[in-house]
């Protein structure tokens, strides 16, 4: 765990989701954990948050929270993925989730190998961070359980595109939602070139 290549100091995890999502904001989060609360999660199953049921997620979301010396979860919407693209808009988002941090970390283990910009805190990249380290995996977990909830909330104001079974996915039933309806104004207009590469293998 490279945690533990920091003993007594503040870290924060940080990790997005919903970058492959056809529609929906990207979501970060930034969580610092104290020590005592490692071995604690780690014994509850907080791991990488793809590899959890959603009625885990939602459990261990809440235990989280609830150890955590702070979290905080930040977006970049659907306009400033279509503007920057999505790498850039979910970078844009985990340095928001830093910055609305109100206790100063000294090291932010960042998910990914692509490096925070314009970030004013020492940052580690780790290819595959939510497999290895223990606060980013709770990051992921806690950037997931609110980033689904938004898109149950969005289904009743969208009811034609199966989100609040798809959280915004490309699924069979989504992209033929998308065939019949077109997209709507929480799509980003930037994936249309991959819905339609995904529609012809249909």
């Known amino acids: 765990m490279p945690e533990c290549s920091y003993l007594g100091q503040i870290i924060a995890g940080i990790d997005e989701v919903g970058r ?70 979910s970078l844009l988002a985990m340095q928001r989730a830093v910055n609305q941090l109100s206790i100063q970390p000294d090291v932010c283990l960042v998910d990914g190998k692509q490096s925070i910009p314009n970030l004013q805190v020492r940052q580690e990249n780790l290819v595959k961070g ?16 609110w980033r689904d909830r938004l898109m149950v909330n969005l289904a009743t104001d ?11 996915y490309g699924t069979a039933k989504h992209l033929q939602a998308l065939r019949l309806h077109g997209a ?3 799509h980003r207009q930037s994936f249309a070139s991959y819905r339609c590469s995904r529609q012809k293998g249909n």
Not at 130 to 145: G, H, P
């Open 184 to 186: 709507s104004s929480i």
């Open 20 to 89: 492959g999502a056809l529609c929906g904001p990207v979501v970060a989060a930034a969580v610092i954990l104290p020590q005592t609360a490692w071995s604690v999660l780690a014994k509850s199953g907080v791991r990488d948050s793809k590899k959890l049921s959603s009625a885990t997620r939602d459990r261990l979301a809440i235990e989280i929270q609830s150890l955590a010396l702070e979290y905080q979860i930040a977006w970049a919407d659907v306009a400033e993925i279509d503007t920057l693209n999505i790498l850039q808009a």
């Open 130 to 145: 939510d497999e290895r380290s223990l606060t980013i995996a709770a990051a992921s977990i806690v950037a997931k359980v």
């Open 158 to 168: 969208y009811p034609l595109y199966d989100l609040g079974t798809n959280k915004g």
